[in-house]
């Protein structure tokens, strides 16, 4: 499986981005996407995952409410719409990818995930 990220850029405070995350080698329905994020001097924190069957989980701390995940099977992509989107959500964004389906509990578990890809850069600022 490979994953390909997309989406990044230079957003105004209250602004809207959408990544998209791209899987080639399986069907995405079939996988558990989830989305990461680092910032700078920061560890790798969880975003939101999807499931296969269409279980979501958030950070209830930082995005929920603001952050959406939804899954595209006929462009084999997952999507994370950012909204109202703030300064300290300037991070690094990865997805990443797993054949297991997990409960959600424990879907925020980077290690858990097999497949990676390379980071979109989102800057929020004014």
């Known amino acids: 499986v490979q994953l390909q990220a997309s989406g990044g850029g230079l957003v105004l405070p209250g602004g809207s981005l959408r990544l998209a995350c791209a899987a080639s080698?399986?069907?995405?329905?079939?996988?558990?996407v989830g989305w990461f994020r680092q910032a700078p001097g920061k560890a790798r924190e969880f975003v939101a995952a999807?499931?296969?069957?269409?279980?979501?989980?958030y950070n209830a701390d930082s995005v929920e409410g603001r952050f959406t995940i939804s899954r595209d099977n006929a462009k084999n992509t997952v999507h994370l719409r950012m909204d109202n989107l703030k300064p300290e959500d300037t991070a690094v964004y990865y997805c990443?990818?797993?054949?297991?389906?997990?409960?959600?509990?424990?879907?925020?578990?980077?290690?858990?995930?097999?497949?990676w890809g390379q980071g979109t850069q989102v800057t929020v600022s004014s």
């Open positions: 990443a990818a797993d054949r297991s389906s997990w409960i959600t509990g424990v879907m925020g578990e980077e290690g858990r995930y097999e497949y």
């Open positions: 080698g399986r069907a995405i329905a079939s996988l558990t």
């Open positions: 999807i499931r296969p069957g269409g279980i979501r989980k």
